[in-house]
């Protein structure tokens, strides 16, 4: 299968360029800080244990997981994108494509390949960064978060689509249009997952639905900002829950068919990028 | 816009056959009307100046371009049909390729993409890294390759499959002498076993040494196509050195050739072939002159390019 040769041949591009690298690197680091971090705080805190604080001892933990995890979503994110924004206007620039195109090779194979590749390396990238930080605060303190693999799993779909939009900007733009797009999107979602949940705390009604209606036609556009809000969601502790009050969360939080959105909206994407690098003159 | 009614014909001696194809980049018109046919086993030599169109032409032939219009097709099959360019091997004209693989990887790869069995495929690859001279450098990346030992990989890329077709865009500009000679020898090999090759070059002396057949582009258009022998047999310059010409007899000359000249007892003329020579010679001695010399040249495929395309470089 020549779509699985492309994949290889992606994952192994991926793997062996400095930018991987560098994300690797900077993760470990962080992990370490985390640890390092989440060390000390545990410590200073179980100085002063006092048995009737149990609970209060879990949010903490909570909220250093959610802290962490929301790093996770953000670095996924980035090396999802610096990786993967010029591999297909990349290839067509510098005509390393002309050699793959004039194989017998359908085009799909080309971007579907491609996908599969890159999609391999966030898989990877997002267990030990994410199984990372989750193993770092179980092996200190034994707690874990409720829903944990859902969690990841909405980080990951992020990233997969991330990569997707970036993929189908690859098949019409130039490298540095398709970073502007792709960050200028996940910008917006970002922006308007916040105005939604400062809408949310605000009492007053029309004021707050104007700002639910933003984050609402934002996620729409794109939907990373809201799969994070439910990976939070997932994750958050049953007492932050109740209270609604927490920066990574709030009491309104995406529904199940803001996911099915977002995995019907990857799906369109990808179809969509086949369809204009089947068009694309090499 | 009027389309013709194109036919493709599933004649099995036809490796390529394409007709009308056009190709339009906005209101630039790259590609104004192809029309070709190219037999099994010929060396086939596409010439033209640069900008005529003649990677635009390849990249159609491959399908990496889709026409604006008309239709062609590789061995009866439609051009778009993936499965066709399992017997084509193609060298694109900047040979830029995957820097990063070590360059067994780079054929490897390749050969993963022609399907070819992983025993196979193995074997293959000793035997072209031989064939082009990189054996020693098998392991190196790619990124440390010469622009000539580029050309020697992308060569072996083009072979790996045994193709019945070879596309090659401009293989040896920029090259130097012991590159050209290699591509000239990979040619000639190629046509001993059959393999059509389409050879697309403005460096006109390598077409001269290794075309059967040639067709001459100009903006985007075949304007003759002919085998290279009756090109350059056909037409004949003639050089002749000659005292007492009068200004008739210089005319009456005209009666055999074309692009009469004269400069003192120097005189050069174009015939159609070799057996008018002695007709002329009986003329001018007729006419009175002293004939001291009548040489023939062949006309040299640059000259013939320059005549049919223009000095103008078809811009």
Same mark, same amino acid.
């Given at each position: ?12 591009? =991926? ?5 991987? &690298? #560098?994300?690797?690197? !900077?993760?470990? +680091?962080? %992990?370490?800080?985390?640890? /390092? ?107 874990? =978060? ?5 969690? &990841? #799993?909405?980080?990951? !779909?992020?990233? +997969?689509? %991330?990569?997707?939009?970036? /993929? ?115 | ?315």
């Amino acid at each position: 299968m020549s779509v699985l040769v492309i994949a290889r041949l992606t994952f192994k591009e =991926a793997s062996r360029r400095r930018i991987l &690298l #560098a994300a690797l690197l !900077l993760g470990l +680091l962080f %992990l370490v800080i985390y640890g /390092l971090g989440f060390h000390y705080i545990m410590r200073d805190i179980e100085k002063n244990f006092d048995s009737s604080r149990v609970l209060e001892l879990n949010e903490i933990r909570n909220f250093l997981l959610m802290a962490g995890i929301y790093v996770v979503n953000f670095l996924t994110a980035m090396m999802t994108v610096l990786t993967s924004v010029d591999t297909l206007s990349g290839e067509i620039n510098s005509g390393t494509m002309h050699t793959l195109v004039s194989k017998p090779i359908q085009r799909w194979e080309i971007v579907v390949g491609k996908w599969l590749g890159f999609a391999g390396m966030i898989t990877l990238y997002l267990i030990l960064m994410g199984g990372g930080v989750m193993g770092l605060i179980y092996l200190r303190s034994g707690y874990v =978060a409720p829903n944990p693999i859902q969690a &990841l #799993a909405l980080v990951w !779909l992020n990233g +997969l689509i %991330l990569l997707t939009v970036s /993929l189908l900007g690859g098949t019409i733009l130039s490298t540095l249009a398709n970073g502007v797009l792709v960050f200028g999107l996940f910008g917006v979602a970002f922006i308007g997952g916040w105005i939604e949940q400062i809408g949310s705390f605000i009492r007053n009604v029309s004021v707050s639905q104007t700002a639910v209606n933003i984050g609402v036609i934002t996620s729409l556009i794109m939907p990373s900002e809201a799969l994070w809000k439910r990976a939070a969601h997932e994750m958050q502790s049953p007492l932050v829950a109740a209270l609604g009050v927490s920066p990574f969360s709030s009491n309104t939080y995406p529904s199940v068919m803001m996911i099915a959105y977002a995995v019907l909206y990857l799906l369109a994407a990808l179809a969509l990028a086949v369809r204009l690098f089947n068009r694309r003159d090499l | 816009m009027y389309t013709y009614p194109v036919k493709v014909s599933n004649s099995p001696s036809l490796v390529i056959e394409t007709r009308h194809l056009r190709k339009v980049f906005g209101d630039k018109v790259a590609v104004e009307d192809l029309s070709l046919q190219v037999e099994r086993g010929e060396v086939f030599g596409f010439l033209g100046p640069n900008g005529a169109g003649k990677t635009t032409s390849v990249k159609m032939l491959l399908s990496l371009t889709a026409p604006s219009s008309g239709e062609g097709s590789l061995f009866g099959a439609p051009l778009s049909d993936p499965r066709v360019r399992s017997k084509v091997g193609f060298l694109p004209e900047h040979f830029r390729f995957h820097d990063w693989l070590r360059a067994e990887e780079f054929l490897q790869l390749h050969a993963d993409l022609y399907r070819m069995p992983r025993d196979l495929a193995e074997k293959r690859i000793v035997e072209l890294l031989d064939l082009v001279g990189l054996t020693p450098h098998a392991q190196k990346k790619l990124r440390q390759y010469s622009k000539g030992m580029l050309q020697r990989i992308g060569l072996a890329q083009a072979l790996l499959n045994q193709p019945e077709l070879v596309i090659l865009d401009e293989p040896t500009s920029g090259l130097d002498p012991v590159g050209r000679r290699l591509v000239r020898d990979i040619i000639r090999d190629l046509r001993q076993k059959g393999t059509t090759v389409f050879l697309n070059s403005h460096l006109l002396s390598e077409v001269e040494i290794t075309c059967d057949r040639v067709a001459f582009i100009k903006h985007g258009e075949v304007v003759r196509t002919s085998t290279l022998q009756t090109l350059v047999e056909g037409e004949l310059s003639v050089e002749i050195r000659a005292r007492n010409l009068s200004p008739q007899a210089l005319e009456g000359l005209s009666r055999w050739g074309r692009n009469v000249r004269a400069d003192g007892e120097h005189l050069t003329l174009t015939v159609d072939g070799e057996a008018d020579l002695p007709d002329i010679n009986r003329y001018l001695v007729e006419q009175g002159a002293d004939v001291f010399a009548l040489r023939p040249q062949h006309i040299s495929l640059e000259d013939l390019f320059i005549q049919i395309v223009g000095t103008d470089g078809g811009l």
